[in-house]
């Protein structure tokens, strides 16, 4: 399994043969609709659209899940698996093949992957986004993915978990609470599902933030924090910090 971190949300993942695009913010700015003054991300490196890929994987509809200027850059023909709201995004673009998956259901990319789609962030007062299991068909490894922090209760019913992409650093609103949950709760999913590795998602990268949210927004924890909190507990779980744009290697044996 080998993974690259290409900033934010972003991943490359190569498993069974295949490489998938997750949640990919590759050129232009990130904003919420529009709002530049509130909220903008730019990339601080201008990088190549990787190539080859084989599908992309969508966890959200917001535009830092499904970022229209990147969709609008990748191939249409690709296959994209997504969640409800991500669909319909990809459709309105012109995407020819999209899988959409609810919470509990499964897909199968060539007999090599599968994906099967878990309840993931609750995205305003009703909608629940989705997180994904994907695992190798080949070897059976299995990779569970969750970009903001909110872990069902369901994940162990699910079986074994080799590793974790899941926020490790809160990030923090005064009188409203977090935007996404890292430290506790990346600790309560890896005492729930003892995986072999966890990586950090959503901190950041080659970015620069902007806007009248980032004078509030409060960031707390570290990798190396978390190491601290794996260790207290007597958890054998690696963690692993990612370097942007640097494809690394998990290893199982």
């Known amino acids: 399994m080998r993974l690259t971190w290409l900033d934010s949300n972003s991943w490359l993942l190569e498993l069974g043969g295949k490489r998938l695009l997750v ?3 590759l050129v232009g700015s990130l904003t919420f609709g529009n709002l530049t003054w509130l909220f903008e991300g730019t990339k601080t490196k201008t990088r190549p659209i990787p190539e080859n890929i084989d599908a992309i994987v969508l966890s959200q509809g917001l535009e830092d899940h499904a970022h229209p200027p990147t969709l609008k850059a990748l191939d249409r023909s690709l ?15 012109g995407y020819q093949t ?22 993931g962030s609750p995205v305003g007062p009703t909608a629940i986004e989705n997180g994904y299991i994907l695992e190798d068909l080949a070897t059976g490894h299995r990779l569970y993915y969750e970009p903001h922090g909110y872990h069902s209760p369901e994940l162990k019913t699910k079986g074994s978990i080799d590793v974790i992409l899941t926020p490790i650093i809160d990030l923090k609103l005064p009188l409203l609470g977090p935007v996404i949950k890292g ?3 990346a600790l309560e999913v890896c005492e729930l599902l003892h995986p072999r590795v966890i990586i950090p998602t959503a901190a950041g990268g080659d970015i620069r933030f902007e806007g009248l ?5 409060r960031a707390e ?22 370097i942007p744009w ?8």
């Open 79 to 93: 296959p994209v698996i997504a969640s409800p709201n991500a669909a319909k995004v990809v459709r309105e673009l």
């Open 23 to 25: 949640d990919p913010w």
């Open 213 to 217: 949210l980032m004078s509030v927004l």
């Open 183 to 185: 430290q506790k709760s």
């Open 221 to 242: 924890g570290s990798v190396e924090t978390f190491r601290d909190l794996l260790k207290s507990k007597s958890l054998d779980t690696r963690a692993i910090d990612p």
């Open 246 to 253: 640097e494809p690394f290697t998990v290893e199982f044996a």
């Open 98 to 119: 999209i899988v959409t998956l609810s919470h509990g259901e499964k897909y199968t990319l060539d007999s090599s992957v599968a994906i099967e789609a878990v309840p």
